[in-house]
């Protein structure tokens, strides 16, 4: 691939996904491109580039599927998630405050583990109290993935053994989830930098988004974490993955420092 053709898709990926591909990830970009072109028939790259840019989006979906980082598994930065569990969970759960519901948005769901680990928790956690988990992606294949709810061993490694044993089943090809948690779970594609359907995301009380602002520039970062601002009740919590920080980008979340984490909180 020229180039100037690199260039040409790298910016076309970013004002639709908000990922910025740096220079040396051109190999990485061009193998998938270049077996996308040959599964689909291309020779040409103007000819598949125009397609991608112009067609009903088919296209530009199974490229994108095949170009976004999804490594996860149950329990991922467990710190955190006691934190969650232990400390930001009581302030709703047993004095009553999350009666009217606690709704939660995995933002980046990738295949279902950081959802379903939410789920466990809740489930665990939160008896008696109504509440949700909406889980998002811009990968069409991972969502169905995670629909599917079948993981394999690296996936669970980390799953402590009494929820092992409550919440999964050995099945042909791996571990299955509990119905009870897949039906827990909705799973919907959601793209981050949409701004029409970011807006529609609403009356969360906690958004974890770990592990994938990490792929945007700062401008794409801010542009997110304001939607973020938006979808949040007030006082309402996001969880960042333990490299990345909100305070570069924007001071309208206040960090907040837990005994096991530093959470980012919406002013009431
Ligand atoms: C590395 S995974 C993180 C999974 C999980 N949150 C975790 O920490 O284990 C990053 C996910 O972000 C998704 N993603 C990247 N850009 C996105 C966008 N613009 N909108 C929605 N999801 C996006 C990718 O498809 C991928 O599944």
């Known amino acids: 691939m020229r180039k100037a053709d690199f260039d040409r898709l790298r910016e076309f990926i970013y004002r639709q996904t908000g990922i910025l591909f740096e220079p040396q990830k051109q190999y990485y970009v061009e193998r998938r491109v270049e077996q996308h072109m ?4 291309y020779s040409s790259f ?11 989006g088919e296209l530009w979906q199974e490229l994108l599927n095949s170009l976004t980082v ?7 930065e467990y710190d955190q998630l006691k934190c969650f569990a232990e400390e930001v969970l009581p302030l709703w759960v047993g004095n009553g405050a999350g009666r009217a519901g606690i709704k939660i948005w995995s933002a980046g769901c990738s295949t279902g ?8 928790i809740m489930e665990e956690m939160a ?13 069409t294949e991972v969502l169905a993935r995670a629909q599917e709810g079948v993981y394999n061993d690296y996936a669970v490694r980390q799953v402590p053994d009494v929820y092992f044993t409550r919440y999964f089943t050995r099945v042909n090809g791996g571990y299955a989830v509990s119905p009870l948690l897949k039906r827990r779970v909705k799973f919907y594609q959601v793209n ?3 701004d029409a359907r970011m807006r529609q995301m609403k009356g969360f009380h906690a958004i974890f988004c770990r592990n994938v602002l990490i792929y945007f520039d700062d401008a794409s970062r801010r542009r997110v974490a304001l939607h973020f601002y ?3 009740e007030p006082n309402g919590y996001i969880f960042l993955g333990h490299s990345e920080s909100m305070s570069r980008i924007t001071t309208v979340f ?13 002013a009431g």
Do not use: C
Request: hydrophobic letters at 40%; proline letters at 3%.
């Open 127 to 139: 008896q008696g109290y109504p509440w949700e988990i909406h889980a998002t992606d811009i990968n």
């Open 46 to 56: 103007n000819e598949y580039f125009s397609a991608l840019r112009f067609g009903r």
């Open 113 to 120: 583990e950081e959802a379903y680990t939410l789920a466990i």
């Open 70 to 76: 999804n490594e996860t598994y149950f329990f991922r």
């Open 38 to 41: 040959a599964s689909r028939g």
């Open 192 to 194: 981050l930098m949409d």
């Open 254 to 266: 206040k960090p907040v420092r837990f005994k096991n984490a530093i959470i980012y909180q919406k």
């Open 230 to 232: 938006q979808a949040l």
